[in-house]
């Protein structure tokens, strides 16, 4: 199917939220024509708008949303749910958290992305809803496959994403515009960012693949045009080899049978965010990737150096359905972060003293700014004898 990359009412004065779904109201509004392919994963948004972005992604943590400790609590803390004779609960204030980015986004014409991610919570109840029973706590950063194999646990989940999309999938809402759900993220390294324990690539991508479909059709319900997208990492005909085979996969064989099991149980609409990192991700001269080679079929990973060879497979006709191409550029991050093994990969320097306060900014800054503007040319000159090149065009493939 269709394949893009992506880099109420109130009652009463204790403002009780009640949302019940009899019958779904479809929005038909079109997705958006981005005046730029430019984004960023925000942490400021005055300063992201400031910055020209057409694109933003936001992450989103499930952990923070649920309240089953909330479920028939008639308090302004908690939004109420219910779906047939089922009923959720949901904190309010988390939803409004995200509102003050979203809106104000949306409002702008940014086209914005919800990285949909599932941190363990400390509460039991919680971790029974999400987490996936074969999760592992021995992962190194606590981040869990939803829990698709309980029945309790795909039910919370959809009633969490149509909440989401009710609230953020259609126009007049008042509380901004979401298009982009990415579910998970780099789930071929599943291991370290998507857990499921120790388990074969099937298995997970079966796992995987029920989640994805769950999150499309509570999109879709509302909204019809809204996306959603599988986050890949760069290692393409290799796997991690930070992992071993029930850790991480290769990304090839990973869409592939992906692909294959959606059409087997009765294709649908999705997606690809994928990570074109430097072969070494302390070494930013993706030029001089060794690993990132001109064929799919061989490359053992996709970087920026020979992303076209991406394209060149999801151009397939088995994987296509109405368009192709890609739909933003996604820059990670906003601010350097304390937590990322050493990496500064942001526009801002963090302070010294904290985890990702921004403290100045860098000369990156200035030129992810003239990015896509008159200044561009101008902006981009300093770097054609770095890289060793005398103009833009000899980078372009016949």
Not at 235 to 249: K, L
Request: overall charge negative.
């Amino acid at each position: 199917m269709a394949k893009r990359i992506l880099w109420l009412g109130l009652i009463g004065q204790a403002m009780y939220l009640s949302v019940v779904w009899a019958a779904v109201a479809q929005d038909l509004e079109r997705y958006p024509e981005s005046s730029s392919l430019k984004g960023l994963q925000v942490q400021m948004v005055d300063d992201a708008l400031e910055l020209g972005i057409g694109q933003a992604a936001l992450n989103f943590n499930f952990g923070q949303l649920l309240a089953p400790e909330g479920v028939g609590r008639d308090e302004p803390r908690y939004v109420q749910v219910r779906r047939g004779a089922e009923e959720f609960a949901f904190q309010r204030a988390y939803l409004e958290q995200l509102d003050a980015m979203i809106r104000p986004l949306s409002d702008r014409g940014v086209v914005v992305s919800l990285i949909l991610l599932n941190y363990v919570p400390e509460a039991a109840d919680k971790r029974r809803i999400l987490v996936h029973p074969d999760y592992s706590a021995a992962c190194p950063n606590h981040l869990a496959a939803f829990n698709t194999r309980t029945e309790e646990g795909k039910a919370w989940l959809e009633a969490a994403v149509e909440l989401l999309a009710q609230r953020w999938g259609t126009a007049g809402s008042g509380h901004g515009r979401v298009w982009n759900w990415i579910v998970g993220n780099e789930v071929n390294s599943h291991w370290f960012w998507c857990n499921q324990g120790r388990v074969g690539m099937r298995s997970f991508a079966d796992d995987y693949l029920q989640a994805v479909r769950l999150v499309q059709r509570a999109v879709n319900r509302h909204s019809p045009q809204g996306r959603v997208f599988l986050s890949l990492e760069h290692h393409w005909n290799a796997r991690y080899a930070g992992g071993d085979d029930q850790q991480t996969f290769p990304a090839r064989d990973f869409l592939e049978y992906f692909a294959a099991r959606a059409r087997e149980q009765g294709d649908f609409a999705w997606h690809v965010a994928f990570h074109p990192y430097p072969e070494n991700l302390f070494e930013p001269r993706t030029w001089l990737d060794r690993s990132a080679t001109g064929d799919w079929r061989t490359t053992p990973r996709i970087t920026f150096r020979n992303l076209e060879v991406l394209l060149d497979f999801l151009r397939q006709p088995e994987l296509q359905h109405t368009i192709q191409g890609i739909d933003a550029f996604i820059l990670h991050r906003h601010v350097d972060h304390a937590q990322e093994g050493g990496l500064r990969l942001g526009l801002w320097t963090r302070g010294s003293e904290s985890i990702s306060e921004p403290a100045s900014k860098k000369l990156i800054y200035d030129v992810f700014a003239a990015a896509g503007t008159t200044r561009e040319e101008d902006a981009f000159r300093f770097a054609l004898p770095i890289i060793g090149i005398s103009d833009w065009s000899e980078l372009i493939r016949q």
